[in-house]
């Protein structure tokens, strides 16, 4: 354990964080403190800040089944 008995990757006394060097930035829906707007998780709390994919693929597959059958409709039947 660290002798002071802090955590090693203590975050409230870094002053400069590798996020800080982006120019755009957001606030964390959690927490509040500012972070990169690429960013996917919060340095600060660990929270998911970016949102999540959508089901797309929900939509994609049946037109893609769909797309299909017609397709072999067309040129085999």
Avoid: T
Avoid at 17 to 28: G, H, I, N, T, Y
Avoid at 47 to 74: C, D, H, M, T
């Amino acid at each position: 354990m660290h002798p002071d008995n802090q955590d090693y990757f203590d975050f409230n006394e870094v002053n400069e964080l590798p996020e800080d060097f982006s120019s755009k930035k957001k606030e964390c829906s959690h927490c509040g403190k500012s972070i990169s707007v690429n960013s996917i998780f919060c340095l600060f709390c660990g929270e998911r800040v970016s949102p999540k994919r959508k089901g797309n693929w929900l939509i994609l597959v049946p037109l893609l089944i769909l797309i299909i059958a017609f397709l072999f409709w067309i040129f085999i039947l």
